[in-house]
């Protein structure tokens, strides 16, 4: 059974980062479900956009997501880091670029002892 990792948003930006990851990582089957759609879920939360639930296909591997449910507030992403495997050196620098794009440097991409380019960047969604 694998580990997946599963992300949370504020003021309705699932939707958009998921997207953004599908367009920088590749991924395909975006699905997306509103809590307007939702069974079950209070009135008051069924009037905006927000998504009660999204994944995303990368590789071999999902990733899934929400937006916080509206009127609650939470540190999307703050402890927490996601992990992408590049196939190759070029991809990587891409790929964090792509990342870093209204982001934050955390670690500049560099040659390591356990990889030829590592980096890390905190989107502008919040992701690590």
Partial sequence: MPTLPYLHFQN???????????EVFGGTDLHLMRYAEAPDVPDDWKSGPHVIHGEITLGDGKLMASDFPPGFEGDPQKA???MQSAPDVETAHRWFDALLAEGDVIQEMTASFFSPAFGMVRDR????
Avoid: D, R
């Avoid at 309705?12 to 599908?22: D, M, N, S």
């Avoid at 969604?125 to 690590?128: I, K, Q, V």
């Fill in 12 to 22: 309705g930006q699932c939707e958009e980062a998921l997207t953004f990851y599908k």
């Fill in 125 to 128: 969604y919040g992701t690590h």
């Fill in 80 to 82: 927490v880091s996601v």
